[in-house]
């Protein structure tokens, strides 16, 4: 008896559309170029760096929630005896997940950008807007 792979399967994972990058009005993304997992702390002091380095009318929308709950128990403890205290959150970053969407009232610069991309633990590729595509 002879297996086959349904049709349908295939077609569904061998779709190739042109990625649609910008979920609000922004001008220029931060993407994630590796799958890895990102901290809080991390993603925090990246945005803090962006904020420094902008205008003042400029807009950031942070876009990864958190939602891995990490858990450390005390060192002494036994065994079981449930999960442990929470230490912090994290988040599970696909390749090509969007980081950060800005809209800057001036030009954005890649050097501007860069010392972001420096202050986290991943390769980020930054990809802006041609002016015919901004709405």
């Given at each position: 008896m002879k297996f086959f792979k349904k049709k349908h399967l295939i077609k569904v994972f061998n779709l190739k559309k042109k990625k649609n990058f910008f979920n609000?009005?922004?001008?220029?993304?931060?993407?994630?170029?590796?799958p890895t997992y990102l901290s809080k702390t991390a993603l925090e002091s990246s945005r803090k760096v962006l904020r420094r380095k902008l205008t003042k009318g400029s807009k950031i929308w942070v876009?990864?929630?958190?939602?891995?709950?990490?858990n450390k128990k005390s060192k002494g403890a036994r065994m079981g005896k449930g999960v442990g205290k929470p230490k912090g959150y994290s988040y599970f970053l696909d390749k090509g997940t969007n980081l950060f969407e800005i809209w800057d009232?001036?030009?954005?610069?890649?050097?501007?950008?860069?010392?972001?991309?420096?202050?986290?633990?991943?390769?980020?590729k930054i990809h802006t807007n041609t002016k015919d595509e901004i709405i």
């Amino acid at each position: 008896m002879k297996f086959f792979k349904k049709k349908h399967l295939i077609k569904v994972f061998n779709l190739k559309k042109k990625k649609n990058f910008f979920n609000f009005k922004g001008t220029t993304v931060m993407i994630n170029k590796t799958p890895t997992y990102l901290s809080k702390t991390a993603l925090e002091s990246s945005r803090k760096v962006l904020r420094r380095k902008l205008t003042k009318g400029s807009k950031i929308w942070v876009l990864p929630n958190l939602k891995i709950k990490i858990n450390k128990k005390s060192k002494g403890a036994r065994m079981g005896k449930g999960v442990g205290k929470p230490k912090g959150y994290s988040y599970f970053l696909d390749k090509g997940t969007n980081l950060f969407e800005i809209w800057d009232i001036a030009y954005i610069t890649n050097s501007k950008l860069n010392f972001a991309c420096n202050k986290l633990p991943i390769n980020c590729k930054i990809h802006t807007n041609t002016k015919d595509e901004i709405i």
